[in-house]
């Protein structure tokens, strides 16, 4: 990555920086979080010009996909200036597309799907929190939460990353694929590991999270997400693993 003029990062809150905040920093919040991620240490590590981090909290795998491909298709300049470095997150979440709401001139409720926002859903979230009231009723959480299963959830995800690795090898991007969070199916070291459902795809291991267990107990907040000595260590796990002269 020595050669890159472009630096794009995506997963779920282990790569956003959840629970990094410093009231006396002289930005803001997001600023702080910025600057103290594992994807800005990486940046620096490689001297790329500019990054893009674009992680969030609760993210799914679907938006992990669907932003970086988004990003591929609107980068104007030259694909092959660009590494693309992605954390996948747990298979059971999901996104779920959010409606528009608006009363017709009957007073009727109706939807529109125009705006193209999303709802990141995971089991047992709060419905009470859903940006939209058709996804507010107790029964449409529990009834997601039946519909998620590793048998169907793995597959769905080996195929993101099936697909992720072979648009960036067809436009000559630099990817580089990570697990934040422990997954037995990609976990080479795991009894449960499938070495069916992987197979193609390069992918590094261990998980972020197994590297973080797996060392002292200072690299977590309270939240259980990494502070700003884990996000170092997982830094040099990234680097570690890609290595100097790629």
């Excluded at 992605?86 to 799907?113: H, K, L, M, Q, Y």
């Excluded at 630099?174 to 037995?184: N, R, S, T, W, Y």
């Excluded at 070495?195 to 261990?206: A, Q």
Aim: net charge negative; with cysteine; charged share 25%.
């Amino acid at each position: 990555m020595l050669d890159k003029k472009l630096l794009y990062t995506n997963g779920d809150s282990w790569t956003y920086g959840e629970c990094l905040e410093e009231e006396n920093h002289p930005f803001n919040e997001q600023s702080y979080k910025f600057y103290n991620t594992w994807p800005w240490h990486v940046k620096e590590h490689y001297n790329i010009p500019q990054l893009i981090n674009d992680g969030r909290g609760g993210g799914s795998n679907a938006r992990l996909y669907r932003r970086t491909i988004e990003f591929i298709q609107n980068y104007n300049g030259n694909l092959s200036d660009i590494a693309i470095v992605v954390a996948w997150s747990s298979s059971e979440r999901s996104e779920i597309p959010v409606p528009t709401e608006v009363d017709d001139e009957n007073g009727v409720e109706r939807f529109t799907w125009t705006d193209r926002q999303h709802w990141a859903w995971t089991i047992n979230s709060n419905t009470e929190d859903a940006p939209s009231n058709i996804y507010k009723p107790e029964s449409f959480s529990k009834t997601m939460t039946l519909l998620k299963h590793p048998c169907v959830d793995m597959p769905v995800t080996k195929n993101l990353m099936w697909g992720l690795q072979e648009i960036c090898k067809a436009n000559n991007i630099e990817l580089h694929q990570f697990m934040a969070l422990h997954c037995a199916e990609f976990e080479p070291t795991d009894p449960d590991f499938d070495p069916v459902l992987t197979k193609k795809i390069k992918y590094h291991t261990p998980s972020f999270i197994s590297q973080i267990n797996g060392s002292t107990p200072d690299l977590l907040c309270e939240c259980k997400h990494p502070n700003e000595n884990g996000h170092k260590h997982i830094a040099n796990f990234v680097i570690k693993q890609i290595g100097e002269n790629v």
